[in-house]
């Protein structure tokens, strides 16, 4: 069971906003001739670079069909409106396509692989080095911290799906872990305030592979072109230690505080087929 469409708020048009600055910063960092520079006000003629950004993310890079798709890449009209209206809303389909735009997906690999790291954007030659060195230690002490709580063990995998699919309702999760007799599955709907949802336990065969069905949107059309992410754990705890005892809770506030191992999120779209 998944929640309900909720109304795009004020707060959500301000992460889009910021988000897509941010994502298009990285593009005019690595080729400022092709993507130059802009105002982000009314002149629907400034926002051409920040189209053609959103299709080489979108088709070039993550290598999604141009035409069997859930995407909707705003106008130039449209992006003038977003970034200079406050009244303007955009609807659902806009809204997650820029959501995908700035949430960096893993590279899609051919022939079932599985994802590799996530594309990052270095503007760090653009720092004085005392503000470099300052950076350098937050990122140290911050993957520390996260080495401790989740670890991101490359012994847990997701082959299917990869970022950027399109899945039904009811998409089948595969992937591969060791050391372990079960994997638990979490959908979360991109969005602020939407819950994560435990799927059915999936169970680790002699091979090392495990697949499950997971729920991805409410059973009707309503889902239909919002992004989910999907996250594999195994031995998930805080919270999620419910799962284990009689009370077998299914339905959380966050991700997982700990876990022995995870997988960083895949991000897919839903489709309007229900298998």
Not at 6 to 18: A, F, G, Q
Request: glycine share 6%; proline share 6%; net charge positive.
């Amino acid at each position: 069971m998944q929640p309900t469409d909720k109304p795009i708020t004020k707060v959500d048009i301000n992460v889009l906003r910021e988000g897509i600055k941010s994502q298009y910063a990285c593009y005019h960092a690595l080729n400022r001739d092709k993507y130059p520079a802009f105002v982000f006000n009314s002149n629907r003629a400034n926002y051409g670079p920040l189209r053609v950004s959103f299709e080489e993310e979108f088709f070039e890079k993550r290598q999604i069909d141009r035409r069997n798709n859930y995407l909707h890449i705003p106008s130039v009209n449209t992006f003038a409106q977003l970034f200079s209206n406050d009244k303007y809303i955009p609807s659902r389909k806009i809204s997650n396509t820029c959501r995908l735009y700035f949430q960096t997906a893993p590279e899609l690999i051919i022939n079932g692989a599985a994802p590799t790291a996530k594309r990052l954007c270095h503007k760090q030659a653009q720092l004085k080095p005392i503000t470099v060195g300052i950076i350098t230690f937050i990122c140290l002490l911050i993957a520390y911290w996260l080495l401790k709580s989740i670890a991101y063990a490359s012994d847990l995998v997701v082959l299917s799906p990869i970022s950027g699919q399109v899945v039904p309702r009811l998409p089948l999760i595969e992937g591969r872990a060791t050391n372990t007799n079960v994997v638990f599955v979490v959908v979360h709907r991109v969005g602020e305030g939407e819950l994560f949802y435990v799927q059915d336990p999936a169970a680790v065969q002699t091979n090392g592979t495990w697949q499950t069905t997971a729920y991805v949107g409410v059973a009707d059309h309503r889902s239909d072109g919002a992004a989910f992410e999907i996250r594999a754990f195994v031995r998930p705890g805080g919270s999620y230690k419910e799962l284990y005892n009689e009370k077998q809770r299914y339905v959380y506030d966050s991700w997982p505080e700990t876990a022995e191992a995870a997988t960083e999120p895949i991000i897919v779209v839903r489709g309007p087929k229900q298998r």
